[in-house]
């Protein structure tokens, strides 16, 4: 299975439910000033394994792609492969300081119930509609066989 960047490829993304909570007890308790809330700070390798031990139990090896390859390849950043930013300029984009915002209440639940309740969400609604953000299966496997390309 193809993976972006490389497992310490930092990720940060927060569960809308988390969030919304925090934003509705902020407005409860009249906080004011800025925050930055977001999720906390993990990486590539840490999400995908979890998603790979919650919802699928599959032994699929991860195939890691460093950036340049798949830059060169066309893939579009965080469009192209969701979670995956490789934007000279962006490097931090991922690890957002939310340190104020835990310090007001703002906590998380654990990753395998957002990864789960994600994916009934989404199979409820009938799966990604068609002009699906991400990578096609022939996508995937054409960005595979270039890696296996170059690899001795």
Known sequence: MLAPGGPD???QFID????????????EQHLHGVFNAAGEPTTLGHLLGTCQETITGSDATLVWMDDDQLLTAGVNPWMGVPLWVA????EAHAQV???KARAE????RPLQHTIRDTLAWDTARG???PEVVG?????E???????????P
Not at 87 to 90: C, K, M
Not at 135 to 139: A, G, I, K, S
Not at 141 to 149: F, T
């Open 9 to 11: 490829h930092p990720a």
């Open 135 to 139: 990578l096609t299966p022939e996508r």
């Open 97 to 99: 300081d939310i340190t």
């Open 105 to 108: 209440g703002l906590s998380f």
């Open 127 to 129: 799966g990604p509609p």
């Open 87 to 90: 934007v000279p300029g962006w």
């Open 141 to 151: 496997d054409e960005l595979l066989s270039l890696r296996a390309d170059t690899t």
């Open 16 to 27: 809308v439910r988390d969030l919304a909570s925090w934003i509705v007890s902020a407005a």
